[in-house]
T-cell receptor, first 111, second 113 residues
Framework: DAKTTQPTSMDCAEGRAANLPCNHS???????VYWYRQIHSQGPQYIIH???NNETNEMASLIITEDRKSSTLILPHATLRDTAVYYC????????????FGTGTKLQVIP | GAGVSQSPSNKVTEKGKDVELRCDPI?????LYWYRQSLGQGLEFLIY????????KSGLPSDRFSAERTGGSVSTLTIQRTQQEDSAVYLC???????????FGQGTRLTVV
């Protein structure tokens, strides 16, 4: 399984876009990029995932570089409720999420 | 149920005792995962069940840890002869099929004293 690298922490002003980067330089062709977030003391929550193409849903957008070695999660209009730890993971072949999550990025949204 | 349910939510046990943690996945979900999260750390993968296939136990940290999934539904994680380093939050997740979003339970906080 590929490993990921994320910044330890980031700040974002409320109402602004939050752009969270993730490096996964050893990703293989059939491994997916998934993003989850964990608000204090709760179980992680799914945000979005992708393979090659950019993806968008009601929560966020996922931009994957053409070489697939990095990606960016975009929260278009951050709110205080988006303060959380954001995890980027690369799954095993076929999307199996039997991987260890790193320590993620602690996003602090500032009023 | 509406979501993944884990019980108990908190468990305090004495060192050397055995504990059982329960996970009720979302009905119809074929994939089930167990993770462990120590204080301030990320999620450590423990074990994975998919349908009726043999489980992937590659993440279990020692032979004191075991898990089973009965009837493709409820799963139990058992830790024998608990040690203080086993103290953590144990999270269960399920997904409809492998490559879809995983839904997590609220976890069981295990404290070994």
């Amino acid at each position: 399984d590929a490993k990921t690298t994320q910044p330890t922490s980031m700040d974002c002003a409320e109402g602004r876009a939050a752009n969270l980067p993730c490096n996964h330089s050893t990703i293989s062709g059939n491994e997916y990029v998934y993003w989850y977030r964990q608000i204090h003391s709760q179980g992680p929550q799914y945000i979005i995932h992708g393979l090659k193409n950019n993806e968008t849903n009601e929560m966020a957008s996922l931009i994957i570089t053409e070489d697939r070695k990095s990606s960016t999660l975009i929260l278009p209009h951050a709110t205080l409720r988006d303060t959380a730890v954001y995890y980027c993971i690369v799954t095993g072949s076929g999307g199996y999420q039997k991987v260890t999550f790193g320590t993620g990025t602690k996003l602090q949204v500032i009023p | 149920g509406a979501g993944v349910s884990q019980s108990p939510s908190n468990k305090v046990t004495e060192k050397g005792k055995d504990v059982e943690l329960r996970c009720d996945p979302i009905s119809g979900h074929t994939a089930l995962y167990w993770y462990r999260q120590s204080l301030g750390q990320g999620l450590e993968f423990l074990i994975y069940f998919q349908g009726n296939s043999a489980p992937d136990k590659s993440g279990l940290p020692s032979d004191r840890f075991s898990a089973e999934r009965t009837g493709g539904s409820v799963s139990t994680l058992t830790i024998q002869r608990t040690q203080q380093e086993d103290s953590a939050v144990y999270l269960c997740a399920s997904s409809l099929v492998p490559n879809t979003e995983a839904f997590f339970g609220q976890g069981t906080r295990l404290t070994v004293v």
